[in-house]
């Protein structure tokens, strides 16, 4: 099993910067992908984000925030990162941490992954 932990939510004013991170345990060794999803209010999962094999390939992300935001990974700590810039206010949404063991579909896709965060609130005003 893996557990994940996100942190660093908050909120912002439009135009500011914020630093989500993602703390794995337990089968860390065993994770192939993680990636960043978030969910606005009344909407479905969206994907964000996705780097495979510590970070190293499969750097992947969505239009919209392609430009602004950037993952990284901490191997050492087992970290994944979302650093996010220029933040707009429709990035204001719940952001999930998630992992999969194994390769199968798209990684931009809710259903490839086994582990998932709790979530980190990220609330940017206008």
């Known amino acids: 099993q893996v557990q994940l932990v996100e942190s660093g939510g908050g909120v912002v004013p439009a135009g500011a910067s914020l630093r989500l991170a993602c703390a794995a345990s337990?089968?860390?060794?065993?994770?192939?992908?993680t990636a960043w999803f978030r969910q606005a209010p009344g909407e479905d999962r969206e994907f964000v984000a996705s780097?495979?094999?510590?970070?190293?390939?499969?750097?992947a992300y969505a239009d919209s925030v392609n430009g602004r935001f950037t993952i990284s990974s901490d191997n050492a700590k087992n970290t994944v990162y979302l650093q996010m810039n220029n933040l707009k206010p429709e990035d204001t949404a719940v952001y999930f941490c998630?992992?999969?063991?194994?390769?199968?579909?798209?990684?931009?896709?809710?259903?490839?992954?086994?582990?998932w965060g709790q979530g980190t609130a990220v609330t940017v005003s206008s």
């Open positions: 998630a992992a999969q063991s194994r390769i199968r579909g798209s990684t931009a896709t809710v259903e490839a992954y086994d582990y």
């Open positions: 780097s495979s094999y510590g970070g190293t390939v499969n750097i």
């Open positions: 337990g089968r860390t060794f065993s994770i192939v992908t």
